[in-house]
């Protein structure tokens, strides 16, 4: 049984892009011509996200300020994956926040301040039931034509308790080394199976 679940969350994490952000493949690193179709997730989200925000800097899209444009968010109680869309100078950016070990991970409780780092990552024994949360950034000159993507080197998420019964208030902070760059996002979610993100149906490209 615990195969079957990971092989289905492994197979939507890739869904949802958590692997990357569809770099392109060929040609200039930051500008592509034409930009790639965006094909959007197949799956309905279960994880019910709440003003969501991202702000900051991703590769050649800065100053990234305001409420989000929309969310995709899915949720299988061993993976969470929160992917917050939002606009910069320049083009358009996305985090995607993943949380190894669900939203109902026990260290994930309002109060708490967890910090990560990708040197840190992987070293040591494989610990199954340990959380870990990595942020990816993406950004191009169009929603989808994700020119910029890495992970970031560090990340702190900071546990609040929602505004609504049931939820929690993230805010995830990421720093790339390369550029000596800043994001930070904040939304409130829940796992509920069968919710809909706040913003509704991505919109039509």
Sequence with gaps: MNSIRIGLGLSL?????ASGCMLDEFGDPYYSDPPPVYD?????????????????DMGRVSNIDGPASYTEAYGDGYWASV???SEGDRGFAMGIVNFEGGLGHPDLVPGATLRYSNSSH????????????????CSGPSDGDWQFDEPADDVEVK?????????????????????N?????????????????????????
């Design 13 to 17: 994490l890739l869904t949802l892009g």
């Design 40 to 56: 959007p997730p197949s799956v309905e989200s279960n994880i019910d996200v709440k003003d969501a925000v991202l702000v900051g």
């Design 83 to 85: 992917n917050v869309h």
């Design 122 to 137: 992987g070293s040591g024994r494989y610990d199954p039931a340990a959380l870990q949360v990595s942020v990816t950034g």
């Design 159 to 179: 546990v609040t308790e929602g505004s609504r019964p049931g939820y929690l208030h993230f805010e995830v902070s990421a720093h790339w080394n390369r550029g």
């Design 181 to 205: 760059q800043n994001a930070k996002t904040e939304f409130e979610a829940q796992e509920t199976p069968g919710a809909t993100d706040s913003y509704g149906p991505r919109p039509a490209i």
